[in-house]
């Protein structure tokens, strides 16, 4: 309607605009400009919109003419309109009360029915509580009544029964307590569960117990249908990993220390292959059975099968690996690098026939992912291996059993080839992440599965012939980076030794030129002694890191005192312990690999990035204790108490001074400690301001006591 009464004349078509924007409620002037001015100069928009200015005008005169009675009339024919007004006022006035009042009432029985909905959904909740209680109660009454069956006057009968029979009882028992689970789930947090509770733990111990020794007892007899029934019971109440969790210790583990000793493999030259072809001789002999219930062998028939298991990979592959760690550590030993390649290539040949006794690809990608799996190629210590190898292979190329005079230059090609590779490889290995690893990985290192160039290719070939898995990025520990350096620094110091072995055989061809060849060795020592700094760089940064994961604990001193009325402190947390404790390691543990200097110049610099952060987080704790008590004592003379901030008892020291205490002794602690490893607190960056802010922080504790 408002349109309408806004239409516009119309104007000659030549116009360069529509008459129709000007009555847009988002019309814009300087958007309808731009818009005309695609289109026309600006000249021409003048024109026209002086000519449709003109129309609008004789179109307004027209109007006014038109209506110019009404216009005049218009004063006159109001004459009385108040009076009209007063009278519908009145009326108008009560029609407005009754609807107030109806729409009162509607307000109230509209209230009224949500109340009573309300009430309803209550009681309805109510209700189903109830008959989820009720269920939880019959459940367990009826598992107990089937439990009871089994009464001291049928012990003599129930000692005859058929294991069978004792199986589909379990099985009723165990649909029935999944019922109870179920329900008990709903029922969470009701009082009158928490009084049947103890009945029900009653039947799970029972039935758990029950389970297992009816499984072990189908497997000593091997009864399939009784396997099948414990199995299926298994699954019903969700416990399957508990059931493969049972096989791996009553049926797998013993059988495993059994065959997987140190003393017999070592004892024969064919010790390892002997033992690898017993442990793959334990599933076909001892888990035919299990495979046949789960649909893992081929004669499974499938519609008799009981799905969700795999014992292979949750059961007897995890037995073996820690059978091999446990029983065989030697077997991944590297100082013997022709044993260990034997070991490592008959190793991976048994992992190959273990995968195809998997029998379906999906159990294979179930092996691989898990984390025996993992473990078990991460215990290879491969890239010891071949720097073992490396070095090897350089006195072999000029030995008297392999040097031949006409291939001489061959063979130094060869050995410079070698050196750059291993630069390389070094290199590469700064591109991993770094794995976290922890005290014990400090004195055993482990190797990740991340395996070095030279024998990537062969170590996927010994993973089996399956379809390649995605898998996260190789890492590498701190721990394997300072062997690294260690093999850099020891393979620098031999360098010297290989020139005056090459020496004698270059003057057998006649050659004398001995200053190229020292300045090639000269740069390819140049070229691994560049790879040190990152490498020490990476090392310093995760010690830094671990150092400061502990000393940022420093954020709970706060929390430890603030309104707990704990005794004043006297000694440094425990966190300080703990951040020093890779430093401790460090030293400790590769000083007899390493130049001392050069671990000192590691623990130095790393000691300074961690306590600049430090420094950083305890400047930021004291300032926060300092807002904390100035808002105290605002809060103080607002409500005119005693006390700006909670003291101990009888009036002793506040809290926030036993926290500037705290971080004082913390500090002077972790100083002690830094002088101990042999280094000056003084050569630690943000130290010495460090121990300036807890200093003065102490003052201030001590200050305000009596």
Known sequence: MEKSRMTLPTGPDTLCFDKDEFTKEDFDVD????????????????????????????????????????????????????????????????????????????????????????????????????????????????????????????????????????????????????????????????????????????????????????????????????????????????????????????????????????????????????????????????????????????????????????????????????????????????????????????????????????????????????????????KWNLPVYFQIRTWSSLQRCWSDAMFLPSLAHRLWRLTLQILARYSVFVNELLLRPISNESAKDIKNPVVTSSKDPSVTQGNSEDQGGGPSESKPAASISSTQLVYVVADLDRLQEQLPELLETIKPKLEMIGFKNFSSVSAALADSQLSLSACVPPLSGRIVRDLSESCFSYLKSALEVPRLYRRTNKEVPTTASSYVDSALKPFYQLQSGHKDKLKQALIQQWLEDALSESTQKYCETVSDILHSVRKMEESLKRLKQARKTTSPNPGGPGGGMSDDDKIRLQLALDVEYLGEQIQKLGLQSKDIKSFPALTALVAAAKDQATAEQP
């Open 31 to 378: 958007h309808f400009v731009s818009d005309c001015r695609k289109r026309v100069q600006l000249e021409e928009l003048r024109d026209d919109l002086e000519l449709y200015y003109k129309l609008l005008k004789t179109a307004m005169v027209e109007l006014i003419n038109k209506d110019y009675a009404d216009f005049v009339n218009l004063s006159t024919n109001l004459v009385g309109m108040d009076k009209a007004l007063n009278q519908l006022s009145v009326p108008l006035g009560q029609l407005r009360e009754e609807v107030l009042s109806l729409r009162s009432s509607v307000s109230e029985g509209i209230r009224a029915v949500d109340e009573r909905m309300s009430k309803q959904e209550d009681i309805r909740e109510k209700k189903m509580c109830v008959l989820r209680l009720i269920q939880v109660i019959r459940s367990v009454e009826k598992i107990e009544k089937i439990l009871n069956s089994q009464s001291s006057k049928e012990t003599h009968a129930l000692e005859v029964r058929s294991p069978l029979l004792t199986g589909q009882i379990l099985e009723r028992i165990a649909t029935e307590f999944n019922q109870l689970q179920f329900h008990a789930v709903q029922s969470k947090g009701l009082p009158l569960l928490d009084k049947v509770r103890p009945r029900i733990a009653g039947i799970t111990a029972m039935l758990q117990r029950s389970l297992e020794g009816l499984l072990l007892e189908g497997l000593q007899t091997s009864d399939v249908d009784i396997i099948r029934h414990c199995l299926r019971t298994y699954a019903t109440i969700d416990k399957t990993r508990d059931a493969e969790a049972l096989v791996g210790q009553v049926l797998v583990k013993p059988y495993m220390d059994q065959v997987i000793v140190e003393q017999i493999v070592e004892s024969r030259p064919d010790g390892l292959q002997t033992m690898y072809k017993k442990l793959l001789e334990f599933v076909p002999h001892h888990c035919r059975l299990l495979r046949e219930v789960t649909g893992g062998a081929i004669s499974s028939e499938k519609g008799n099968t009981v799905p969700g298991y795999d014992f292979l990979v949750n059961s007897v592959w995890p037995e073996i690996v820690r059978g091999l760690e446990e029983n065989l550590p030697s077997l991944y030993n590297p100082g013997d690098p022709d044993a260990f390649h034997k070991k490592y290539t008959i190793s991976m040949n048994f992992l190959r026939t273990f995968e195809r006794q998997c029998g379906s690809q999906a159990s294979v990608k179930r092996l691989r992912a898990h984390p025996a799996y993992h473990s078990f190629n991460n």
